[in-house]
Nanobody, 115 residues
Framework: VQLVESGGGLVQPGGSLRVSCAAS????????MRWYRQAPGKEREFVAL????????NYAASVSGRFTISRDNAKNTVYLQVNSLKPEDTAVYYC?????????WGQGTQVTVSS
């Protein structure tokens, strides 16, 4: 299993980014996918979930209405569109998949919100 995040960067408050996670090594279309984030000095926290078929999504209260999770099962890729960014959104963003009792993570992509 391999998860590779990309698309992070430095953005001003109020700005937007789209981060991506390319997956391989498992049947992508059969599994729910999640995004988490970890800010400096804080625990890793749940951000968003998308069901295997893309028909259901769920968000942390802190990002609901600003972030959108989506997936392209033909490309084995999950996305996180992040809008109206705030300094407190600064973190390393990770994608995650759970295969049975095992949980897999990518290396993360840094999103920094600063003027």
């Amino acid at each position: 299993v391999q998860l590779v995040e990309s698309g992070g960067g430095l953005v001003q408050p109020g700005g937007s980014l789209r981060v991506s996670c390319a997956a391989s090594g498992f049947t992508f279309s059969s599994y729910n996918m999640r995004w988490y984030r970890q800010a400096p000095g804080k625990e890793r926290e749940f951000v968003a979930l998308i069901r295997s078929d893309g028909g259901f999504t769920n968000y942390a209260a802190s990002v609901s209405g600003r972030f959108t999770i989506s997936r392209d099962n033909a490309k084995n890729t999950v996305y996180l569109q992040v809008n109206s960014l705030k300094p407190e959104d600064t973190a390393v963003y990770y994608c995650n998949v759970r295969l049975g009792s095992l949980s897999y993570w990518g290396q993360g992509t840094q999103v920094t919100v600063s003027s």
